[in-house]
Nanobody, 124 residues
């Protein structure tokens, strides 16, 4: 059974930083690409960042570039999302996702497995 478990969310002041983690089990981690998405109330799920099994990565919207960094540790079966300079508009539930493909995708429907999400709330 494949499981993705996110952690690291919470309440943080604007300008602060967080590191989200996603632990994966039941999956051949190194052969898959991983992604982070977020969803704010009343909005569609938004692509944040993704990373290939090899470690090369990409970010989503311009609003996150330079502030969000995705990384992975294949030995620990864990993917991370480091977030700096948090803004109130970053408030959302952040989801980790796995794709059974070495190449990452930028759309939520390209991913096969999802975690339960972790809430990030940024106060102004």
């Amino acid at each position: 059974q494949v499981q993705l478990v996110e952690s690291g969310g919470g309440l943080v002041q604007a300008g602060g930083s967080l590191r989200l983690s996603c632990a994966i089990s039941g999956l051949t981690f190194a052969s898959n690409s991983m992604g982070w998405f977020r969803q704010a109330p009343g909005k569609e799920r938004e692509f944040v960042a993704a990373i290939r099994w090899s470690g090369s990565s990409t970010n989503g919207a311009d609003s996150v570039k330079g502030r969000f960094t995705i990384s992975r540790d294949n030995a620990k079966n864990t993917v991370y999302l480091q977030i700096h300079s948090l803004k109130p508009e970053d408030t959302a539930v952040y989801y980790c996702a796995a794709r059974r493909n070495a190449e990452y995708g930028r759309s939520w429907w390209e991913y096969d497995y999802w975690g339960q999400g972790t809430q990030v709330t940024v106060s102004s």
